[in-house]
């Protein structure tokens, strides 16, 4: 029988990442290395079989993952416990295998997959907790920019208010939620015994401030308001749109608060 | 050749050891980071980096490049590491001999390649076009390797060697990764170390490694074995003085330790250099 011809750079390659990326712990070795046309093509000698030596790819690929996985999303595995947030990884990377060359975006996709998982039938609570930590990841290391601050602010002319660009931090998310997943977050901080969030419509604000990245719930009117200003508007333009239906007075009050708190609180950039 | 500039012993900038390192300024000669991790817009690793770049060289060391690849080169990726070495003006860029990416994806891993004179062709030309973008030479890393293809007509130390030579890149050579892989394919490290070409050898790394079975596997969170140091040892006497590096990525000592596995490898370093390979040959 003619020997097989040695497989180009480009099979070879195909072969290996789809033998490696597909492997579970009950798969036969021979089976294994015959389906992926590969036991012709790996050594094996007394020290190990081929199997045995492609097994440690194959374990590794899936383990860097799960550690990060298990970095970014530290509250998720608490609540999930290791054997089953292993399990959740592994389904994950086989539906979405990681595409960027950095491992910090590994997880970037892991709150939409988990809201159509198995363990989100149960606890759909999950998915809302995980999209909060992914965006306490992200923001890790944002862009930086410069807030504004009270005394840049006062240094304008009063007739400059009005043109007044409103631009937030580059470092922020609103995140909606439908449970208190806030309350959930805050009583795994403090590692008190935590039970299933009630559901409740929540948006969250995320932010980093200086190099702490926090969050904090919104209420409605306000959620309206940043969501508003993320699409760019001056002063004026937020006046605008916060005072339809209310008076002056209300408006001007809401203005005046909105724009304290969120220039106390780092969230609006300086400059142009 | 300027990978090949001598910068003493340095070690991996890790999180754990940030705030030691910009506030103790501990004697180091160089930092090596993660090419990868530092490629962000901001945040607390940008602000680590302006800090200790004021104070130490620091080489760039990444793992995304997949030289081995038949995927087209990620020209994005190399738009970054290319930002990131203008604001850094590393002392070197080294990645992988290996691929870590296929159809779009990556496997944030090290892959071995079969050494043969395909896979030897593409390399170079793929390392050639990466130091044309970078305006650079850059440094190629052996990994460890945990099988071999039965196709390889080459070994694994002339397939770098060569590709050097094509490439008219520098070596990074990881003594440790040499041990590692002459352990699972049962060659002589020696025999690799003694085919680098002299010139080319720009930097070396050390690190610790564990037993999983029959197999050794480079997991970067031990003490350097002694059979490393030996090899270390004779890869100075061999090369001469070259920058090294200890990388402990995992199970993370404190920074005391991992100075004092430094200043252990500075210790080898100059009794290699003080005694040549024909006498310690000829010693009882």
């Known amino acids: 029988m003619r020997p097989e011809e040695p497989p180009s750079l480009r099979l070879l390659q195909e072969r290996f990442y789809a033998a490696c990326t597909s492997w579970t712990v009950d798969v036969p070795d021979g089976e294994w290395l015959e389906g992926h046309h590969l036991d012709g093509t790996v050594v ?30 530290p509250k998720l595995r608490e609540l999930l ?27 970037r996709r892991l709150p939409d997959f988990l809201r159509g998982h ?20 992200d923001l890790f290391d944002g862009p930086d920019a410069p807030p504004l601050t009270l005394s840049q602010l006062r240094a304008r002319g009063a007739d400059e208010y009005a043109s007044l660009a409103l631009r937030l931090v580059p470092c922020h998310r609103i995140v909606d939620a439908s449970f208190a997943v806030d309350e959930l977050w805050q009583r795994l ?40 200003v993320q ?4 002063l004026a333009d937020l006046c605008d749109e916060l005072s339809q239906g209310g008076s002056l007075d209300d408006t001007s ?12 609180e780092d969230l609006i950039a300086s400059g142009p | 050749m300027p990978f090949c500039q001598y910068l003493g012993h340095g070690i991996g900038l890790r999180p754990v050891h940030y705030r030691e390192v910009i506030e103790g300024r501990p004697p180091i000669g160089w930092l090596e980071i993660i090419s990868e991790n530092f490629m962000v817009a901001g945040g607390n690793p940008r602000r680590v980096l302006r800090d200790v770049r004021g104070n130490y060289p620091v080489a760039m060391h990444g793992v995304s490049l997949s030289l081995g690849s038949t995927d087209p080169l990620v020209l994005a990726y190399l738009d970054e590491l290319a930002a990131l070495a203008d604001d850094v003006e590393p002392a070197w860029i080294s990645d992988h001999l290996c691929w870590s990416s296929l159809g779009g994806h990556t496997v ?8 043969t004179e395909e896979a030897l062709n593409h390399v170079a030309a793929r390392v050639a076009r990466v130091q044309d973008r970078l305006g650079r030479q850059i440094q190629i890393e052996n990994v ?33 990764n040499v041990y590692v892989s002459a352990h699972n394919h049962g060659f002589d490290p020696r025999t690799f170390v003694d085919a680098m070409p002299r010139g080319r050898v720009g930097q070396i790394h050390l690190a610790g490694h564990q037993h999983d079975g029959a197999l050794f596997l480079d997991t970067h969170d031990h003490p350097v074995c002694d059979e490393v140091w030996d090899l270390y040892r004779d890869t100075v006497r061999r090369c001469g003085r070259v920058s090294t590096l200890i990388e402990w990525d995992d199970e993370i000592p404190a920074l005391g330790r991992l100075l004092e596995e430094s200043r252990r490898a500075m210790g080898v370093e100059a009794e290699a250099i003080a005694t040549p390979r024909e006498a310690s040959l000829r010693a009882p």
């Open chain 1, 231 to 234: 699409r760019g508007a001056t």
């Open chain 1, 44 to 73: 094996d000698d007394d020290r190990a079989t081929g199997a045995t030596r492609l097994r440690v790819y194959a374990r590794m690929f899936l383990w860097r993952i799960t550690d990060v996985l298990a970095e970014g999303f």
């Open chain 2, 108 to 115: 944030h891993d090290l892959w071995p390649l079969p050494y």
């Open chain 1, 81 to 107: 416990g290791a054997h089953a947030f292993r399990a959740l990884a592994a389904d994950y990377v086989r539906a979405c295998p990681p595409a960027h060359p950095s491992l910090r975006n590994a997880g």
């Open chain 2, 144 to 176: 460890s390797s945990y099988l071999t293809y039965r196709h390889s007509t080459l070994t694994e130390w002339d397939f770098l060697a060569e590709l050097a030579e094509r490439a008219d890149c520098g070596i990074l050579l990881d003594v440790n």
């Open chain 1, 253 to 264: 009050r809401l203005v005046f608060a909105l724009l304290s708190r969120w220039i106390d």
């Open chain 1, 189 to 228: 901080e403090e590692g008190s015994p935590v039970a299933a969030p009630r559901p409740a419509q929540l948006t969250l604000l995320v932010w980093r401030r200086e190099l702490a990245v926090q969050h904090r719930t919104v209420d409605a009117a306000e959620a309206a308001a940043l969501r508003f």
């Open chain 1, 118 to 137: 198995a363990v989100c039938k149960a606890a759909p609570w999950l998915a809302d907790l995980a999209r909060l930590e992914w965006a306490h990841d």
